[in-house]
Nanobody, 120 residues
Framework: QVQLVESGGGLVQAGGSLRLSCTAS????????MGWNRQAPGKERALVAR???????NYTDSVKGRFAISRDNAKNAVYLPMNSLKPEDAGVYYC??????????????WGQGTQVTVSS
């Protein structure tokens, strides 16, 4: 069984910072891309940032220059420092990753989500 365990959400004032962390655990062969998606109230879940195993990064336009995704392959972990937070950054942040099991079975795994609230 594979789990993604997130931490680091919370309440912060606009202009403040938070750092999200996510670690994959369980029985797997490898982790490929890792990323964070956000779901705001009344909106669909959408990509915030993603990083490949080799370090290629993608961001949604609204967070460029403020968020900086990184990962530690040895720890199967991904991090998302978030700076200059805005009220529109609020929502539930879901860690997600590609997982490869033995026998070549591959699937996309999602975490339980961590709440980020930004007060104006």
């Amino acid at each position: 069984q594979v789990q993604l365990v997130e931490s680091g959400g919370g309440l912060v004032q606009a202009g403040g910072s938070l750092r999200l962390s996510c670690t994959a655990s369980g029985s797997f062969v490898s982790i490929s891309d890792m990323g964070w998606n956000r779901q705001a109230p009344g909106k669909e879940r959408a990509l915030v940032a993603r990083i490949s195993r080799s370090g290629n990064r993608n961001y949604t336009d609204s967070v460029k220059g403020r968020f900086a995704i990184s990962r530690d392959n040895a720890k199967n972990a991904v991090y998302l420092p978030m700076n200059s937070l805005k009220p529109e950054d609020a929502g539930v942040y879901y860690c997600n990753s590609g997982v490869t099991l033995r026998m070549g079975v591959r699937f996309w795994k999602w975490g339980q989500g961590t709440q980020v609230t930004v007060s104006s």
